[in-house]
């Protein structure tokens, strides 16, 4: 089976573009997980979904970021004006049943802003 | 929000030795788990242990928890230069639903 894909794997863009991150988690999973992962921060949670329905986004730093989950087999994660401290690589990761089954991630999209 | 530390925060082998990683937490959890990171990929999951298990085990793995000391060990018996990765744990909560990671261990085993 297909396991979690991320789009693009990397991405350089200037400071106040729009960026767009994409994720198709494994099919049948219902929970779908943004993290971010700095040298600094370690792994952060950044927004996670329940069939869709956001659920928790406290860790989304600025209303710059958002996230979307439009079906089941789609999710997005835009930053609208970009800056170069949103540079980081971008996880996202899918679940069955979260908390009592382990999260599968995708190999993540390198951002760098310049 | 629950966050595991883990302990060391790098730890250099050599191949066929035991490693051990440490990770404490701060509250009540329902599981804990813990993850492999290799580098420029996603993390992959190793291991769950539940807040009622003591010790778990898969294949070179050893997973020991203490609720009341609110730790638990990873061990990799036998080590492998494809072992190098980093490791986190990642404490599952009660109320909360999702995972919080430490800053890892790296673990470097040297051929």
């Known amino acids: 089976d297909a396991g979690v894909i991320q789009s693009p794997r990397h991405e350089v863009t200037e400071m106040g573009q729009e960026v767009t991150l994409r994720c198709k988690p494994i099919?049948?999973?219902?929970?779908l997980f943004w993290y971010r992962q700095t040298m600094m921060r370690g792994l952060e949670l950044l927004i996670y979904?329940?069939?869709?329905?956001?659920?928790?986004d406290s860790g989304m730093p600025e209303d710059r970021f958002s996230a979307k989950m439009p079906n089941a087999s789609f999710s997005t994660l835009k930053i609208q004006p970009s800056e170069p401290r949103d540079s980081a690589v971008y996880f996202c990761?899918?679940?069955?049943?979260?908390?009592?089954?382990?999260?599968?991630f995708g190999d993540g999209t390198r951002l760098s802003i310049l | 929000s629950q966050q595991g530390e883990e302990d060391p925060q790098a730890l250099s082998i050599q191949e066929g030795e035991n490693a051990t990683m440490n990770c404490s937490y701060k509250?009540?959890?329902?599981?804990l788990q813990w993850y492999r990171q290799n580098s420029g990929r996603g993390l992959v999951h190793l291991i769950l242990?539940?807040?009622?298990?003591r010790e778990k085990h898969s294949g070179r793995l050893r997973v020991t928890l203490d609720t009341s000391k609110k730790s638990s060990s990873l061990l990799i018996t036998a080590s492998r230069a494809a072992d190098t990765a980093s490791y986190f744990c990642?404490?599952?909560?009660?109320?909360?639903?999702?995972?919080?990671f430490g800053s890892g261990t790296r673990l470097q085993v040297q051929p």
């Open positions: 242990i539940r807040s009622n298990e």
């Open positions: 990642a404490p599952m909560d009660t109320g909360r639903r999702a995972l919080t």
């Open positions: 509250t009540s959890i329902n599981n």
């Open positions: 099919s049948g999973h219902d929970y």
């Open positions: 990761a899918s679940s069955f049943r979260t908390g009592e089954r382990p999260q599968h």
């Open positions: 979904f329940n069939n869709n329905v956001p659920i928790d």
